[in-house]
């Protein structure tokens, strides 16, 4: 069959445009979305192609690329000291950067005793730091103190420590499961006041501090 020059171009014309269409679909870019959770420890993305690599810049200066992953969906899931300052992540020819910027919930303190005595133990309570209802106790009576109903949204509480306004204060390293439980101290009487101020600190990995306050009223109080 006899084609003139110009069916000629016409053929070619139309090969042309399939190959740039088949061209553009296999380089065009992919719609990535992602979130993080529990204090930027937590990512998860998803994209509407497979994504080929994930690059997790951590708060701490380390970074981790992930080049196995091949499939829409990324989740990383975190723990204590994990925290994610961004993630870059690939899909088709797009990348997109996601940063992460931390709630900073401080930790709310939470610091309660009880008296004991001869034996039996009355039930743990928090007073006020204003002193109207203090923890009285006499100087040989050993007064619990204890910080687990402690609490922080962000899960990231690092230290504690504990003043007992005597110039004792026992502390605590660093954990991540719970404050202080049962902490035991006898007050004592040389050169003290008749009222102590008892200190819950807490700290998280942001330098945030929560503190909590008990007084406790020395009942038999002697001066020197």
Same mark, same amino acid.
């Given at each position: 069959?006899?084609?003139?020059?110009?069916?000629?171009?016409?053929?070619?014309?139309?090969?042309?445009?399939?190959?740039?269409?088949?061209?553009?679909?296999?380089? =065009?870019?992919?719609?990535?979305?992602?979130?993080?959770?529990?204090?930027?420890?937590?990512?998860?993305?998803?994209? =509407?192609?497979?994504?080929?690599?994930?690059?997790?810049?951590?708060?701490?200066?380390?970074?981790?690329?992930?080049?196995?992953?091949?499939?829409?969906?990324?989740?990383?899931?975190?723990?204590?000291?994990?925290?994610?300052?961004?993630?870059?992540?690939?899909?088709?020819?797009?990348?997109?950067?996601?940063?992460?910027?931390?709630?900073?919930?401080?930790?709310?303190?939470?610091?309660?005793?009880?008296?004991?005595?001869?034996?039996?133990?009355?039930?743990?309570?928090?007073?006020?730091?204003?002193?109207?209802?203090?923890?009285? =106790?006499?100087?040989?009576?050993?007064?619990?103190?204890?910080?687990?109903?402690?609490?922080?949204?962000?899960?990231?509480?690092?230290?504690?420590?504990?003043?007992?306004?005597?110039? =004792?204060?026992?502390?605590?390293?660093?954990?991540?499961?719970?404050?202080?439980?049962?902490?035991?101290?006898?007050?004592?009487?040389?050169?003290?006041?008749?009222?102590?101020?008892?200190?819950?600190?807490?700290?998280?990995?942001?330098?945030?501090?929560?503190?909590?306050?008990?007084?406790?009223?020395?009942?038999?109080?002697?001066?020197?």
């Amino acid at each position: 069959m006899h084609r003139t020059p110009r069916t000629w171009l016409a053929v070619v014309a139309v090969i042309a445009a399939t190959m740039s269409a088949g061209h553009t679909a296999a380089d =065009s870019g992919a719609e990535i979305t992602a979130s993080f959770a529990d204090a930027c420890r937590d990512f998860a993305a998803h994209s =509407s192609k497979d994504i080929s690599h994930v690059v997790v810049r951590y708060a701490d200066g380390h970074v981790v690329k992930d080049e196995t992953i091949n499939r829409p969906d990324f989740a990383l899931d975190g723990g204590p000291g994990d925290e994610i300052a961004s993630a870059s992540v690939k899909s088709a020819t797009t990348i997109e950067r996601f940063e992460c910027e931390p709630a900073g919930h401080p930790p709310a303190a939470l610091l309660e005793s009880r008296r004991c005595g001869f034996a039996n133990c009355g039930d743990w309570t928090s007073v006020d730091s204003d002193g109207s209802h203090e923890q009285c =106790s006499h100087f040989e009576d050993q007064i619990p103190f204890r910080g687990t109903n402690s609490t922080d949204p962000d899960g990231d509480i690092v230290s504690w420590s504990i003043d007992f306004g005597d110039g =004792s204060a026992p502390v605590g390293g660093a954990w991540a499961d719970a404050p202080p439980a049962t902490v035991g101290h006898v007050f004592d009487s040389t050169g003290l006041q008749p009222f102590l101020t008892v200190t819950l600190t807490l700290t998280d990995s942001a330098g945030q501090a929560g503190v909590d306050t008990i007084v406790v009223c020395l009942v038999d109080f002697r001066p020197d």
